[in-house]
């Protein structure tokens, strides 16, 4: 019962799982840092065995009463070489391989050799997405194309963040003042999961965002209507809820083709259209989208957005043009 305990607690917590696993690349930078992790697993279970196997081998040996000091200037010399020249050798060599191959693959990329580039932008507790040359302006979920090589721009607006979307590059921190740059790169279609990996406050942990690979047509559509203003609602609810929302929330969020234009929140001209919102605190859901105006610090406690204790009917409206803003 214990033994099986100490296997499946650790299995638990490892966490290898998943759309955020990084034992799971899809790109040659993320390969290349899972390869480089496989063979220091590698090597250090060698070395665990080759120490158990000399210890175990000790204990058979060991010596006899009669003995007091035989053997004992050739054990020095095996202490000399398995415990201080095999590690200097095995440290320097992973040193090398890290340093000369893996950093280089997941370095940022020389501008000329990327077809795109993107900037994501720390917030507390969100990731805003933009894509210069375009209007476009988004939050948690980030649409790339695929098999195209991106130059990632992570800066912040507040404090010190790290993008991390681990199957397809290693970390960049967000540094106030300064732009880091990675490659984002990826040889597949489909949704990955990326996660803040610097503890920035209080729901650090509520700071993730998707990757969404797209074939290069819908990543094109998809930006034609990222970039496009909000769609004015004809009539009904949502015509009733946008007058709500421009006098309730335009001062801290833009809605582009109205006069909504803070930028303490993320941009809400199209968000009718994300999955999953405050970085990726709740799903985009009626129910959810009107607890989060009433009661969103019961969802992200200490987030900077107030709390709206609307009439039922007015909460509906403004949920209804929310869901408006494709
Ligand atoms: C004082 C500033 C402020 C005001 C006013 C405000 N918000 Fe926000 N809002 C925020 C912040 C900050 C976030 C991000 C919170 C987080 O994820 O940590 C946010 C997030 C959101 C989100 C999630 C968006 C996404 O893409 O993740 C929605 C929806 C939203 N607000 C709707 C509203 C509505 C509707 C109103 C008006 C009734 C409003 N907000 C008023 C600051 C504000
Ligand atoms: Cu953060």
Partial sequence: MAALVLVLVPLALSGCAGAQNSLNPHSHAATDIANLFWWMMAIAFGGLALVTGIMV????????????????????IVV???????PICVVCALFVVSDTLIINVTQAPAASSTAMTIHAIGHDWWWEFRYPGTRADTADELHI??????????????VIHSFWVPPLNRKIDTIPGQRNRILLYSNEL???????????????AHMAMLVIVQTKAAFRAWLRNE?????????????????VVLASCSSCHTIRGTSASGYVGPDLTHVGSRTWLAGLSFPNRRAWLARWITDNQSIKPGNQMPEFHFAAG????????LESLK
Avoid at 145 to 158: C, F, Q, S, W
Avoid at 314 to 321: C, E, M
């Fill in 57 to 76: 081998a000790a204990w058979f040996r060991r010596k006899q009463p009669d003995e007091e000091h035989a053997g004992e200037r050739r054990g020095n």
């Fill in 80 to 86: 000399l070489a398995l415990g201080i020249v095999m």
């Fill in 145 to 158: 194309p695929v098999d195209t090589r991106i130059n990632l721009v992570a800066t912040t607006a507040d």
């Fill in 190 to 204: 489909g949704t990955f999961r990326g996660q803040c990996a610097e503890f920035c406050g209080l729901q650090h």
């Fill in 227 to 243: 970039a496009a203003d909000a769609r004015k609602p004809a009539g009904g609810p949502a015509l009733a809820g946008e007058n």
């Fill in 314 to 321: 007015r909460l509906r409206d403004v949920v209804a043009y």
